[in-house]
């Protein structure tokens, strides 16, 4: 757990000195996911908010939506992905945000 401490304060560091940068608000958001998801779930909405265009950000919020059983959410957040990786031309990710979205009520 120590490591996971420090690397939240690092990434929090991070933010501190650029709090624009959606990366390593992700990342934060990412180190949270597994130990704090409440956390987690705020950071990845204002990713969401400030950073629209920031595709990794939709597949993990939708996961945690699934995890709180806020399937409605987490289906809203997957069209939204969807939509934006088409736009971006992101086979992969269109690819994982759709297969997450054909699995959403098996959960």
């Not at 991070?14 to 996911?33: N, Q, R, S």
């Not at 950000?57 to 059983?69: D, G, M, R, V």
């Not at 969807?82 to 699995?103: G, T, Y």
């Amino acid at each position: 757990m120590a490591t996971n401490n420090n690397r939240i304060a690092q990434l929090l560091q991070f933010i501190k000195d650029e709090p624009g940068d959606p990366f390593t608000i992700y990342c934060l958001a990412t180190e949270y996911k597994a130990s704090e998801p409440e956390k987690a779930l705020a950071y990845y909405q204002a990713l969401i908010a400030d950073h629209p265009d920031y595709l990794p950000t939709y597949y993990h919020l939708a996961e945690l939506y699934i995890h709180k059983n806020d399937l409605q959410a987490a289906e809203k957040t997957l069209t939204a992905g969807i939509r934006l990786a088409r736009k971006q031309n992101d086979p992969l990710a269109l690819r994982e945000l759709r297969n997450l979205q054909n699995n959403l009520y098996d959960y």
